[in-house]
């Protein structure tokens, strides 16, 4: 090798030494930098990933059930559910009004992945039991709005499917208006959603249905006790916080309104003291306006799937409550 290629060779070496200690120093200058910067928040869509697992799962629907009850919920919590509610448009129950039939389609497919979404998360459904209930939700909606369709326009409801299903149909998961179906004909309950398991079944009015069903009398208020009185002594029964799934609806009216059709689906566990607001208490009450502050309370003694049916059956609560939020924290 003559001289003038030992230079070559020595001049390359010594550019590539150059080249890499400006290279690192760069490296180090833009790694400094960025570790002084205070990081942005991520974007919407990466927000699920950072939400830590609230218990781990037991394997066990009924203890898990119960602990998520008597943890509930903290503020960020509900926060985020009240986001994806309103992500997956469920808070525009108002615009619904002039909906188009299509636009109607979409606000109710939304409204059955919620409430199957509720169940799997409250009753921790397997894959399966999802698929199921995700296959009969979508036959009774269509059911209900194919009725609907063939009935003519009555007085002044619009021909419009869209406001009349709204304005003509209740929500098919709630009890007939005229009386207490047989546990065998409410559509949309868990248990014939899906083949539940028994400790799944522990998780719901199933048998207190059955019982009531086969009770021995003509008196509505004395088969009903009578119902309780046999679910509450079934051994290993969890105990739940109110008598029956109806006390609000037919008795005592102890339950607040918001939550009575969630504890019909997602009983209420002894732990959750849920507060009745004055003039439950006491009819002759005038209503005080807290700014929320009672309602957020009992919010956050809800089970996640439980709030989720909560928002689900009043959606227009879900302004008030993040308006609640907002105001604890100011």
Request: proline share 7%.
């Amino acid at each position: 090798m003559n001289k003038h290629h030992k230079l070559v060779i020595a001049w390359f070496i010594i550019s590539g030494l150059i080249v890499f200690t400006a290279v690192r120093e760069i490296q180090t200058a833009v790694a400094s930098e960025a570790a002084g910067r205070k990081p942005l928040p991520p974007p919407k869509k990466t927000r699920h990933a950072m939400r830590p697992v609230v218990l781990p799962w037991s394997g066990d629907p009924v203890a898990d059930y119960v602990a998520r009850c008597e943890k509930g919920m903290t503020n960020r919590q509900i926060g985020w559910i009240i986001e994806d509610f309103r992500n997956a448009g469920l808070d525009q129950l108002h615009s619904t009004d002039n909906a188009t039939d299509e636009e109607l389609d979409i606000y109710l497919s939304a409204q059955q992945r919620w409430y199957q979404q509720a169940l799997v998360d409250g009753l921790r459904l397997t894959r399966e039991q999802s698929a199921q209930v995700a296959k009969k939700l979508g036959e009774l909606f269509k059911n209900a709005e194919m009725d609907l369709r063939e009935k003519p326009v009555i007085g002044d409801m619009s021909a419009s499917v869209a406001t009349r299903f709204k304005t003509a149909i209740p929500a098919p998961w709630r009890f007939n208006a005229y009386g207490i179906l047989p546990a065998s004909e409410m559509s949309m309950s868990p248990w014939n959603l899906c083949q539940l398991s028994a400790s799944q079944e522990r998780l719901t009015w199933m048998s207190w249905f059955e019982l009531l069903d086969s009770a021995d009398s003509s008196d509505l208020v004395t088969r009903m006790e009578n119902a309780s009185r046999q679910f509450r002594a079934k051994k290993g029964e969890p105990l739940f916080w109110s008598p029956d799934p109806l006390s609000a609806n037919l008795r005592d009216q102890t339950i607040p309104n918001w939550v009575a059709e969630t504890n019909s689906i997602l009983p209420l566990h002894a732990s959750q003291k849920i507060l009745s607001p004055p003039e439950l208490q006491d009819p002759f009450a005038e209503p005080v306006d807290d700014g929320g502050i009672l309602l957020l309370a009992n919010i956050r003694l809800l089970h996640p799937a439980q709030f989720k049916l909560v928002l689900l059956f009043g959606p227009e609560l879900a302004e008030e409550i993040q308006s609640a939020l907002e105001n604890s924290v100011r």
